[in-house]
């Protein structure tokens, strides 16, 4: 079993649906990473965190430590929300190793 | 403020060569990390180094090697090329800090052929 996983692997929505993308750890972590990835390969990350949750934009992560879980949120989906997200976990011990879940494949159609 | 460099952005090899890629890390950032992901797989940690030392390292065979420069960039060796080599190569870089967050490079797309 995968230290980090995600559901669904693979999500198509029309535009402007409210998107969730889920990860589920199963690790001391200290610190939890939302990544995503364009179809060129380049990686961007969305948000780092511990706990609570945060927003940027049309993005919103949650984390319950409990329960070793986050979600990805994506408001007014819209087409160019279309990538690879990736949860990511930074383990307590060798913390700056970062251990990754197998990616989820959002297609948002016009 | 320039982000994380990568060269090159595709290399192509044959079967037992060697390839060498290069990374700059962001200004100021002393770590960097090194990444597989190979088709159909996930990301997979190989490396990270800081201050010039080796860090961490995967679960890797010793012919993935690497080193990191007093500039603090970075190169990842990989030595007797197999075709499951073929994969992106991902480069990040960080403030030294368990809590940092990493900032990714674009990549290189090795191929062995």
């Known amino acids: 079993k995968n230290e980090v996983e995600q559901s669904p692997q693979n999500l198509t929505a029309q535009e402007g649906e409210f998107i969730t993308i889920n990860c589920s750890y199963s690790?001391?972590?200290?610190?939890l990473h939302w990544l995503q990835q364009h179809p060129g390969g380049g990686i961007v990350s969305l948000f780092m965190?511990?706990?609570g949750k945060k927003k940027h934009g049309r993005l919103i992560a949650t984390i319950n430590i409990q329960e070793k879980h986050s979600s990805l949120h994506i408001t007014a989906s819209h087409p160019r929300d279309s990538a690879v997200y990736i949860c990511?976990?930074?383990?307590?011990?060798?913390?700056?190793?970062?251990?990754f879940g197998q990616g989820t494949r959002l297609t948002i159609n016009p | 403020e320039a982000g994380v460099t990568q060269s090159p952005t595709h290399l192509i090899k044959t079967r037992g060569q060697q390839a060498t890629l290069r990374c700059s890390p962001i200004?100021?950032?002393?770590?960097v990390y090194w990444y597989q992901q190979a088709l159909g797989l996930g990301l997979q940690f190989l490396l990270w180094?800081?201050?010039?030392?080796?860090?961490n390292r995967g679960n890797f065979p010793p012919r993935f090697s690497g080193r990191q420069f007093p500039n603090y960039s970075s190169e990842l060796n990989v030595n007797a090329l197999e075709l499951e080599d073929s994969a992106l190569y991902l480069c990040?870089?960080?403030?030294?800090?368990?809590?940092?967050?990493?900032?990714f490079g674009p990549g290189t797309r090795l191929t062995v052929l």
């Open positions: 990511a976990v930074s383990l307590f011990q060798g913390a700056q190793k970062l251990v």
């Open positions: 690790v001391g972590i200290s610190a």
């Open positions: 180094y800081d201050e010039g030392e080796e860090r």
């Open positions: 200004s100021g950032h002393t770590s």
């Open positions: 965190l511990s706990s």
């Open positions: 990040a870089s960080s403030i030294y800090g368990s809590y940092n967050e990493q900032f």
